[in-house]
């Protein structure tokens, strides 16, 4: 199993990126794929999720109509679009994967996740 993540740089306030995440070796249909970040010195956080059994996507309040999670099954890939970037949003991102009966009501937990990438940093800086 395999979780690669990639699409991290520096970034202006105000600006866009797209952080892609590959997996491997498990079938996508049953998992819930979140990101999480974690900045220095801050626990990690929650940002975004997508259960692929239904589709459903979830965001937390401080990244709510700024980022976008979207799926493609025949890539293996998930994508998180952030737009309207913070120097706030700075942080490492990481994907993981949890089978999507054990997230459901835990979608920010770090719990249910089995499986983690190595993480992307993103820096938003002027």
């Known amino acids: 199993v395999q979780l690669v993540e990639s699409g991290g740089g520096l970034v202006q306030p105000g600006g866009s990126r797209t952080l892609s995440c590959v997996t491997s070796g498990f079938k996508l249909d049953l998992y819930t794929i979140a990101w999480f970040r974690q900045a220095p010195g801050k626990e990690r956080e929650g940002v975004s999720c997508i259960n692929f059994s239904d589709e459903t996507t979830h965001y937390a309040e401080s990244v709510k109509g700024r980022f976008t999670i979207s799926g493609d099954n025949a890539k293996n890939t998930v994508y998180l679009q952030m737009s309207r970037l913070k120097p706030e949003d700075t942080a490492v991102y990481y994907c993981?994967?949890?089978?999507?009966?054990?997230?459901?009501?835990?979608?920010?937990?770090?719990?249910?996740?089995?499986?983690w990438g190595q993480g992307t940093q993103v820096t938003v800086s002027s």
């Open positions: 993981a994967a949890g089978p999507w009966l054990l997230v459901a009501g835990n979608e920010y937990s770090a719990d249910p996740y089995d499986y």
